[in-house]
């Protein structure tokens, strides 16, 4: 039997890298299976994050507390594996955003409490490692207030500090909490302490309801069970952040956290976030119309697909079928399961509001939604972050090449973040992630699961020529063999065009000089002389060819000779007209701190950026600019080491324009250094 809609709470674990959302959700695990310790190993369990001891994707774990059924999303905290933490946002009905005692404040802190804010979705907040030298938990909690807001207050106290931590005393309920025991009694010391938090906490209480603020304005107490109904509004409602103190190393407030989640985060039905592509609202009604959205996709070598979805609305069973909206496909759902880490626990149905598992669905894939054939909803994909780094990918070794795309396709169908995509300029493919190790990450895991190299190299920066005078040229090929020989002979005159607007070919033939069916012969083999041009053997663009005179033979003449003279033709004239190498410039728009604003600026025009206006984005600034593109090759590198982490940015195709002269030998230079550095 499936659990009720309003027993179930989905929490997401949140924040930077290091501070301990992994260890957090693992103790919760253990506390909530009766052990004493940490459940080690099951919400990291990939190979790959634990030789590198962290988290590289999303991991979904259940567990029961009180009564409750607690959904948890364990996210990655590096930067350039944000983009699951943006899609547990979305799919979660709380988010718990863990930071680090000694440095609560990091970049991935403010990213994902950012993206918090747009998806509408309530917080709590976890103080961890308080167990930790040179922690204060309440200079703590006035950080997060400075930079979050007064809605943080604190809703426990810990007892000790440092190595001397020892438990927690909870301001509601009165309680000190240590080492397994509890006393009615504040602990001694932490009187005036105790006074100022409460007072804090009530007041934010007050002002969660309008009758409470009315009660606490007339000097009346407000009653601990209108202070926990207060704090359950009030965090349902986004008035009230509340911080709780632990240390999930020493499983010291994770109980008190499982209490918090269990009693006080909101439920499915409690909010309703999910809208319809269709700008319909879908309520969590397990007696409405399935609907489910595909936030996540295992990919197992040997398993097959994995899918995990959130029911938005409705029930479903084992076996039964449903439609793909985008694909108009139908699909059967196999087993549903609870995971546990990479374990699954058989259930008998999916009920609105639940988060489960299903294997080896046909045509869907992340982002997806599930429904019922007679009345199907869609819902929007979760927006993710732009690819920063890219590389040109391929197989090391030859004939491995279906292999290696097939492996390559796998991963990105588990990771959305990742894009492939084929350059029809450079005639590569390119593999687009987050950052560096993002992509190396999915390099590596290809050649762990699927056994195939993949080469990886930067990009070529598509650079093209062009002309700025005018030329006369003949392209004359005469070849004699003993038998029937070759003879075309043609002239052209080669004008240069406005930038942008491609390639024009006159036939100003009269007379006959040269007969008609040859002509487009001539036209093919300039065609293909333009693909390599003079100065770099890049495409040339923006000119006009004028073919006015030639010459044929009555029996050697025919359509390879005119298209090996049209050829000789084009390449003659080139030369004489004037060559000149075309760079492509993107436009950036960075977004970064105030205080890092001349920092990033001295960098873009120190890559012959040209600035093109600053503007205020909430509270940070966001510089636009036009970028030689072959100056961005490392540009998410540096600016990550420019600003510590701290700032982000776009980049959209722009335009071309003229290498100056003296600049020619250097970007070519810049562009084939960059593409010898494969991945290491």
């Not at 499936?2 to 930077?16: K, P, Q």
């Not at 253990?30 to 052990?35: K, L, M, T, V």
């Not at 009615?184 to 409460?198: L, N, Q, T, W, Y």
């Not at 001295?602 to 600034?621: A, F, K, T, V």
Request: glycine content about 10%.
């Amino acid at each position: 039997m499936a659990v009720e809609s309003a027993l179930i709470r989905n929490v997401c674990l949140i924040g930077h890298r290091g501070s301990g959302k992994t260890s957090l959700g693992e103790a919760m695990l253990g506390i909530a299976s009766g052990r004493s310790g940490s459940q080690g190993g099951v919400l990291d369990y990939a190979e790959e994050e634990i030789e590198r001891g962290m988290t590289l994707g999303m991991s979904v774990a259940c567990l029961e507390w009180k009564g409750r059924q607690v959904n948890v999303l364990d996210t990655p905290g590096d930067g350039g594996f944000v983009a699951d933490a943006f899609v547990a946002q979305r799919v979660a009905d709380c988010a718990v955003l863990v930071v680090h005692a000694q440095d609560p404040i990091q970049v991935v802190t403010e990213r994902v409490w950012r993206r918090g804010e747009k998806e509408d979705i309530p917080h709590m907040v976890v103080v961890n490692h308080l167990d930790r030298e040179r922690t204060d938990f309440m200079s703590v909690v006035e950080q997060l207030r400075g930079r979050f807001g007064q809605a943080v207050v604190p809703l426990n106290l810990p007892i000790g500090r440092e190595n001397d931590l020892r438990g927690v005393y909870g301001l509601l309920s009165g309680t000190a909490f240590v080492d397994g025991t509890q006393s009615e009694e504040i602990p001694s010391g932490m009187e005036d302490e105790v006074d100022a938090a409460k007072t804090q906490l009530f007041e934010a209480i007050a002002e969660s309801d309008d009758t409470l603020l009315e009660k606490y304005l007339e000097g009346e107490e407000i009653t601990t069970e209108e202070a926990f109904e207060g704090i359950r509004k009030g965090i349902a409602d986004g008035v009230i952040i509340p911080v709780l103190a632990a240390s999930a190393e020493r499983m010291i407030g994770v109980d008190r956290v499982l209490d918090v989640i269990a009693g006080s985060a909101p439920s499915p039905i409690d909010r309703s976030r999910w809208v319809s592509e269709e700008g319909e609202e879908v309520p969590c009604d397990p007696d409405g119309p399935f609907a489910a959205y595909v936030f996540k996709t295992y990919v197992d070598p040997y398993a097959g697909r994995l899918s995990v979805l959130r029911v938005v609305s409705g029930r479903c069973r084992s076996d039964e079928g449903l439609t793909n909206p985008r694909t108009g496909s139908q699909e059967r759902l196999g087993g549903i399961t609870h995971l546990v880490g990479k374990e699954r626990r058989p259930v008998d149905e999916a009920v609105a509001g639940d988060i489960v598992a299903v294997a080896k669905l046909r045509d869907t894939h992340t982002f997806d939604t599930l429904c019922k054939p007679e009345k199907e909803i869609t819902f929007e994909s979760v927006e993710l972050p732009e690819p920063t780094t890219a590389f040109a990918v391929g197989a090391k070794t030859r004939g491995e090449e279906e292999k290696v795309f097939e492996a390559i396709k796998r991963v990105v169908d588990e990771d959305p973040s990742l894009k492939l995509e084929r350059s029809e300029s450079t005639n590569e493919d390119i593999l687009a992630g987050l950052a560096q190790m993002h992509v190396e990450f999915a390099l590596d895991r290809i050649h762990r699961r699927y056994g195939v190299e993949v080469e990886a190299k930067a990009p070529k920066v598509p650079f093209m020529e062009t002309i700025q005078g005018h030329a006369q040229a003949q392209g004359r090929y005469k070849k004699q063999t003993g038998g029937r020989g070759q003879f075309g002979d043609c002239h052209i005159e080669l004008t240069p065009q406005p930038r942008g607007a491609g390639f024009e070919f006159e036939n100003a033939i009269v007379g006959g000089a040269i007969p008609r069916q040859y002509i487009p012969a001539v036209e093919k083999g300039i065609l293909e002389a333009m693909r390599e041009g003079a100065i770099a053997g890049c495409p040339v663009v923006d000119v006009k060819v004028r073919l006015y005179d030639g010459s044929f033979h009555s029996v050697d003449s025919s359509e390879m000779a005119f298209k090996v003279a049209g050829s000789m033709a084009f390449k003659n004239a080139v030369e004489k007209a004037n060559p000149v190498l075309l760079e492509p410039f993107v436009k950036v728009e960075v977004l970064a701190p105030a205080e890092l604003v001349g920092d990033v600026m001295g960098d873009l025009s120190g890559r012959r950026g040209r600035p093109m206006g600053i503007e205020q984005r909430g509270e940070r600034q966001v510089i636009q600019a036009e970028v030689p593109q072959v100056e961005m090759l490392t540009y998410a590198r540096d600016l990550r080491s420019i600003t510590g982490g701290r700032a982000n940015f776009h980049v959209e195709p722009g335009h071309y324009e003229e290498v100056p002269p003296n600049m020619v030998e250097k970007v070519l230079a810049a562009n084939e250094r960059e593409e010898e550095k494969a991945v290491s």
